[in-house]
């Protein structure tokens, strides 16, 4: 198989490339989009894969074949990355790049096809998981903490979106760029969303995480979304909660890098509707070098997804929670042939129905010894927004 990356001359809007059934990772205009299917591959053997491709390559080693996927919220568990058969990639320098790999069709070499209009669908919004269940769980999870058999358990809870007309995809990523374009936008096989959380990023040598942990909302004022920011900071709850996920991604970095640093202070990171602490980690691989897939593994899922320690805590998740988390959870990226890639956590998105006629969003918060069942199913709701606002439209 044989790929071909040349630079083009004009701008293209990534989105417009995914379309409804392509391939998305982008974040602030810089990512890569997909088209086609050249091959499907194993997670834990996509790079050797595509370092197996011949390259014809005019971008100078800055674009090139890659392949997207999710690893799921169980460790260790089965994924398939794809390969597309074209290829948009625009950099943080301003370039803007093609890829082809193999014979892709006429269709997908389109790079500018649009949704064919707004549409008038009906929706059905409700809970999957009763609310009593979810009360029950996060009881479960903080018993089990202040027993003193976790340090902190992440407890979520399904709502399920109906519609009378298939979802239109293309619509909802344009949405989502309208208010997360600072956020982590993906599209895979039907699993849409916008992640504020940097699971891992490989460039070369250099190594970046961004973990969030610890949730307030946002209102729109303010005075009243800076009141709520300072409570942030100072709750010792969050703290604690932050704390836990930063030195786990630490902790397991460390033995792949030279060096490895990190902010001394968490800092308040603001998406549309919610805030959250957040600590930058970034550090220099040691050589050989893990691929991104690799770190992506071993780091996911984060304590602010499954807890701490991870299986005690995923053992309890599963005993308590109702319902198996699938994807959501997990890491959701790109990886090159050189081992470079971004992976974000797969949250704040929504899984499709095959027929497109139906969504389903999952939500959660870590549970810590002074957990309060009210505020977490609060929470809850305001992480469901960044979804159900791009789905759901008069």
């Given at each position: 198989m044989r790929a071909v990356t040349r630079p083009l001359d004009h701008e293209v809007d990534l989105n417009d490339v995914c379309r409804h059934d392509g391939f998305l990772f982008v974040r602030s205009g810089v990512g890569v989009a997909g088209r086609g299917r050249a091959l499907t591959i194993d997670a834990d053997a996509v790079v050797d894969h595509l370092a197996s491709i011949a390259h014809d390559d005019e971008s100078g080693g800055r674009a090139g074949p890659i392949a997207l996927g999710c690893l799921p919220f169980r460790p260790g568990a089965p994924a398939e990355f794809v390969i597309p058969s074209v290829i948009a990639r625009k950099t943080v320098d301003g370039g803007v790049f093609l890829t082809t790999v193999g014979q892709p069709s006429e269709s997908d070499l389109r790079l500018d096809d649009r949704s064919d209009g707004p549409t008038a669908p009906t929706f059905r919004v409700g809970p999957r998981t009763p609310i009593d269940t979810y009360r029950r769980a996060v009881d479960t999870g903080r018993a089990a903490v202040r027993r003193g058999d976790l340090t902190k358990v992440v407890i979520a809870r399904e709502v399920g979106v109906d519609s009378d007309q298939p979802l239109d995809v293309h619509a909802i990523l344009l949405r989502l760029r309208a208010a997360f374009g600072a956020s982590y936008r993906y599209s895979i096989d039907g699993l849409l969303g916008a992640s504020p959380e940097l699971l891992v990023a490989?460039?070369?040598?250099?190594v970046r995480s961004h973990p969030l942990a610890g949730t307030t909302p946002r209102t729109g004022d303010p005075a009243t979304d800076e009141a709520l920011a300072r409570k942030l900071v100072a709750s010792m709850k969050d703290q604690v909660e932050h704390r836990v996920v930063i030195d786990v991604v630490h902790d397991t970095l460390l033995p792949w890098c030279s060096y490895l640093d990190w902010e001394p202070e968490p800092s308040v990171i603001k998406v549309a509707n919610v805030q959250h602490l957040?600590?930058?980690?970034?550090?220099?691989?040691?050589?050989?070098?893990?691929?991104?897939?690799?770190?992506?593994?071993?780091?996911?899922?984060?304590?602010?997804?499954?807890?701490?320690?991870?299986?005690?805590?995923?053992?309890?998740?599963?005993?308590v929670e109702g319902f198996d988390r699938g994807r959501y959870g997990g890491a959701v990226g790109w990886v090159d042939a050189a081992g470079n890639g971004e992976f974000a956590v797969t949250i704040r998105c929504a899984e499709l129905s095959t027929d497109r006629r139906s969504a389903r969003l999952i939500a959660g918060g870590g549970i810590v010894a002074d957990s309060d069942v009210d505020a977490e199913l609060a929470e809850t709701q305001a992480k469901f927004q960044a979804m159900l606002s791009a789905i759901v439209r008069p």
């Open positions: 490989v460039d070369g040598d250099v957040g600590t930058l980690i970034e550090g220099r691989l040691s050589e050989p070098r893990p691929d991104a897939v690799t770190l992506a593994r071993l780091l996911s899922p984060t304590p602010a997804l499954g807890g701490h320690p991870r299986e005690a805590a995923i053992e309890l998740i599963e005993s």
